[in-house]
């Protein structure tokens, strides 16, 4: 899981650097074009009109989109994203790791309690992956012990394996309420800096107003994606410990009766 996070982190990296180079060169670019077309204008040249919005694709218009907001905010928004995405992918593939069939397990674990005894039993939860096994295996570790310290065991490795599986979803939930924030924020600034152009410029320019005000809520705009997207896979890790965590319950009660009715 490591070495997801450190290619998440790069992959971070990398798309933050290009964006910085794209908007540098498109800060370049265009005031080369203006001269251009100054100059085809001088010699009576015709001009090629330029590729309306509506015909770009759609990562064109994203990019487009992304350097008219301005790679600040932006970037650290994109790494919001970037990195909620990465915890959440390491936690959906540990719990559906995490996740097995209960029922077949307790059926196997009896079979073994009852054909090759406590040993038998703990052998057939080793050789199962999951929190249910591990907590299977902590009770039947106890066993001699008592039904009583078997159940504690059961309980108090329970919680161990709850906190597991919980294990960095609070990182996403992070995420998800400052990336509207760095919007909100990137707005707020950017409507500060449009009031600054109107004041400087001594006259209320509509095409001044409506450039700053669009390029101050494109940061918002992209702040509430990546909200949206992280809260759907937040979501679902949270459903998927729910089910897991009833799971547990359930084999924790079965084991316990299962013992009980061994000791007997």
Known sequence: ???????????????????????NNTQTILPVQAQQIVASVDAGTSIQDP????????????????????????????????????????????????????????QEVEDALNSGGVEAAKEVCRNTKGPVASIYYQGLDRIDEGADAAEKAVVAYGGVQMGQLEKN???????????????????????????????????????????GIKVALLTTVFGLIVAIILQIFYNYIIAKIDSIVNDMEDASITLIDMLVKHKK
Do not use: H
């Open 169 to 211: 979803v609070s990182w996403i939930s992070l995420f998800i309420a400052l990336a509207p924030m760095l919007g909100f924020m990137g707005t707020v600034i950017g409507m500060i800096k449009a009031f600054d152009k109107i004041e400087a410029a001594g006259d209320m320019n509509p095409a001044l107003v409506a450039g």
């Open 51 to 106: 590729v309306p919005a509506d015909e770009l694709s759609f990562t064109q218009g994203l990019k487009k989109r992304f350097i008219e907001g301005g790679p600040g905010f932006m970037g650290i928004v994109l790494l919001c994203l970037i990195l909620g995405l990465a915890i959440a992918i390491e936690r959906i593939i540990y719990l559906n790791l995490a996740t097995t069939n209960s029922k077949k397990l307790a």
């Open 1 to 23: 899981m490591k070495k997801l996070f450190s290619i998440m982190a790069l992959a971070a990296v990398v798309a933050l650097s290009t964006l910085n180079v794209n908007a």
